[in-house]
T-cell receptor, first 112, second 113 residues
């Protein structure tokens, strides 16, 4: 069965430091992978996607994600965190049947 | 402005009273979907639709109905709401079967008492 795991409920990072939010997946066929961000009292916003091609994908707000097929991972990264990056982040995968499954979310907290 | 519009934003209702949450998109997207968000569980897919008159169950379809009579609209119907359907609901749309990422609505916070 398809699944997405975000092993960390919370990630705390000092402003200016690099950040990583982890995501692993299990899906039959080629994965289509996504990251979304949710600010308080808002809907989810699309950050970036991997469909095919380069394993390093660049997205909105300076975020990027690295696709690793052998480790079935799609970790979200940013070289230098901002306090305004504090939010809830979701990883998602689309399977071959067009169902899109989300992880449980990781709360990112950037402290000044 | 390209958007997904959900109504209402907030709703408090009583057990068993039928309700409909509307969802409309203005981007001519084929793919639409409903999710519920619960703490610690992330977003779980309720139903999705690949196009007009085509709907499929997601992971948690029990107690919900949908219809897709027009491309732009995808209402979520709770025929007999129960307290365990208290949740935050999101509608989302995407072109090309969800390959290019969703545009989400602002959410509907439903409380069933």
């Amino acid at each position: 069965a398809q699944s997405v795991a975000q092993p960390e409920d919370q990630v705390n990072v000092a402003e200016g430091n690099p950040l990583t939010v982890k995501c692993t997946y299990s899906v039959s066929g080629n994965p289509y992978l996504f990251w979304y961000v949710q600010y308080p009292n808002r809907g989810l916003q699309f950050l970036l996607k991997y469909i095919t091609g380069d394993n390093l994908v660049k997205g909105s707000y300076g975020f990027e994600a690295e696709f690793n097929k052998s480790q079935t991972s799609f970790h979200l990264k940013k070289p230098s965190a901002l306090v305004s990056d504090s939010a809830l982040y979701f990883c998602a995968v689309r399977d071959s049947a067009s169902k899109i499954i989300f992880g449980s979310g990781t709360r990112l907290s950037i402290w000044p | 402005e390209a958007q997904v519009t959900q109504n209402p934003r907030y709703l408090i209702t009583v057990t068993g009273k039928k309700l409909t949450v509307t969802c409309s998109q203005n981007m001519n997207h084929e793919y639409m979907s409903w999710y519920r968000q619960d703490p610690g569980l992330g977003l779980r897919q309720i139903y999705y639709s690949m196009n007009v008159e085509v709907t499929d169950k997601g992971d948690v379809p029990e107690g919900y109905k949908v219809s897709r009579k027009e491309k732009r609209n995808f209402p979520l119907i709770l025929e007999s709401p129960s307290p365990n359907q208290t949740s935050l609901y999101f509608c989302a749309s995407s072109p090309l079967g969800g390959l290019y990422g969703y545009t989400f609505g602002s959410g509907t916070r439903l409380t069933v008492v």
